[in-house]
């Protein structure tokens, strides 16, 4: 080979090692993603992958499913996560300066206080024995309908549970009540048909609001705002195919979590979906910062939140939006 030839191959070695740097295909890239195995923390990571959302914007997602938010903030705090999902039981974790919000995604009514058959109100719980998922919606609901009825949880019997196990123990009547949600309630309904639904999300509309949200590691957001920015990205190209294909959606997350997209549809029913403008628009004229602002009063009030970083801290929103433009 001549020096010119020489010369000319590391030319164009020179330029294939720029290129792939230039288009997101380094290991670098990689966003180390954890979901909730339901519609609310699945849908936007199916549509991505189907859609071939990471690609598009140079990053590539190793994706891993959690049991709830509180395991996912812990992950991001030890660096093992980037990015994660919390149902609104887990908001007072990024309020505290655990992580920051980088994104909402729901508004959420699939929370319920559910009890055997026969239970005719909150009050025919005193001294009963209810499940409840610690750090999650599930007990959110608990508290909140305990206070509407005059109660706390001195009037009952609390046993913290993982979600599984509440499953099994309603199921075999070993607890008389539940604090939890849908789709896991389909679950029991089959083996205890008559169930009593006591408790809902939209028993409290007005109070409060229950947004399911996307967050990132602090060093993530200070550190890593490109790669924060892409990942936002990603989610509002997917969060505009989630509002403009909704059955398709469905599917495509009955899909990742292997279950009948029946038992997906009836988890999306208790689901409100908030489109990309709708939230840009309620970031710029403060509704997101309003509805944080009284979970992080509602946080402090059970004792989980000592005090509040303040939702303009912990909350991303020109983050968000900006990820939105060229």
């Not at 994706?63 to 994660?84: K, M």
């Not at 639904?197 to 939209?202: C, H, P, Y």
């Not at 990942?231 to 509002?236: S, T």
């Amino acid at each position: 080979m001549t020096s010119r030839k020489r010369w000319l191959a590391g030319l164009l070695a020179g330029l294939a090692v720029a290129l792939t740097g230039c288009g997101g295909g380094s290991a670098a890239d990689e966003v180390r993603f954890g979901y909730i195995g339901d519609y609310n923390g699945a849908s936007l990571l199916a549509v991505a992958e189907d859609q071939k959302l990471w690609d598009k914007h140079g990053l590539s997602a190793d994706i891993s499913v959690f049991n709830n938010g509180p395991l996912q903030i812990q992950a991001l705090g030890s660096g093992d996560l980037d990015f994660g999902y919390i149902g609104p039981g887990a908001m007072w974790l990024p309020a505290s300066g655990q992580a920051k919000v980088v994104a909402m995604n729901t508004l959420g009514n699939a929370d319920r206080v559910i009890a055997q058959p026969g239970t005719n109100s909150m009050a025919d719980l005193r001294g009963k024995t209810i499940g409840v998922p610690q750090g999650t919606s599930g007990e959110m609901i608990l508290d909140l309908a305990l206070r509407e009825a005059g109660m706390t949880e001195k009037d009952v019997k609390v046993v913290p549970m993982e979600a599984s196990t509440i499953v099994s123990a309603f199921s075999a009547k070993r607890i008389d009540a539940a604090g939890f949600w849908y789709p896991a309630i389909d679950i029991i309904k089959q083996q205890v048909p008559g169930l009593v639904e006591l408790a809902r999300n939209s028993d409290f509309a007005g109070q409060l609001e229950f947004p399911t949200a996307f967050v990132a590691g602090n060093e993530v957001v200070d550190g890593q705002q490109d790669k924060a920015r892409r990942v936002l990205a990603v989610l509002r190209d997917a969060m505009r195919y989630r509002s403009a294909n909704a059955e398709r959606t469905v599917e495509l997350t009955a899909g990742l979590l292997k279950k009948d997209p029946a038992q997906v549809r009836a988890d999306a029913a208790n689901v409100q979906v908030l489109g990309v403008e709708e939230l840009d628009r309620m970031t710029a004229d403060g509704t997101v910062e309003r509805w944080l602002s009284t979970m992080d009063s509602y946080f402090t009030g059970t004792g989980q939140l000592k005090q509040s970083t303040g939702p303009a801290n912990y909350y991303t929103g020109e983050l968000f939006t900006s990820a939105g433009k060229p």
